[in-house]
């Protein structure tokens, strides 16, 4: 079967085997390396992509099921300006030891802060309650996706968010 669809901003077309993963598509086929194959069975928030806006499982998502859609993975993160920031923010308060779950945790914090740029401590807990880190304890990623919503929010009231 082929589909067609955008990922971090390229438009590809290519032959999908109708038993092929998301997850395993992205990583082995694409080169997508930031997207990690951990639980395999959507527990873990390792694999996690943008697919419409939405943070989705890839380990759970068959790649057919993307023709016609918008992927973005944690590769694609720099390409929005939300993910600059999100970005600058857990950088700024060393918010991932080992960085293995860095990638869904993104994704995850990049699809609460575009649908909730107001989101708080307990929203942004909530919008991370599927993705599991080993290293950090969640205080510096927490630190993290709050100052990335303060800086979100002041973007937007100055209309500095390109």
């Given amino acids: 079967m082929i589909i067609t669809f955008t990922l971090n901003g390229e438009t590809l077309s290519l032959d999908c085997p109708p038993d092929l993963s998301l997850a395993t598509l992205l990583r082995d086929h694409l080169g997508m390396m930031g997207t990690k194959i951990a639980c395999g069975l959507g527990r873990c928030g390792a694999c996690l992509a943008l697919i419409d806006a939405k943070a989705v499982n890839t380990c759970l998502t068959m790649a057919w099921r993307i023709d016609g859609a918008d992927i973005v993975t944690v590769e694609g993160l720099d390409?929005?300006?939300e993910g600059r920031t999100l970005r600058e923010a857990l950088i700024a308060e060393n918010a991932f030891q080992c960085g293995y779950c860095a990638p869904g945790f993104?994704?995850?914090l990049l699809a609460l802060l575009k649908e909730n740029p107001g989101a708080?401590?307990?929203a942004i807990r909530a919008g991370l309650e599927g993705n599991l880190c080993r290293c950090t304890g969640y205080h510096?990623?927490?630190r993290g996706a709050l100052s990335a919503a303060a800086m979100?929010?002041?973007e937007r009231?100055?209309?500095d968010l390109a």
């Fill in 79 to 81: 390409n929005l300006p």
């Fill in 106 to 108: 993104s994704i995850a």
């Fill in 120 to 122: 708080d401590e307990a």
């Fill in 140 to 142: 510096s990623i927490l």
């Fill in 152 to 154: 979100l929010r002041a």
């Fill in 157 to 159: 009231a100055t209309g």
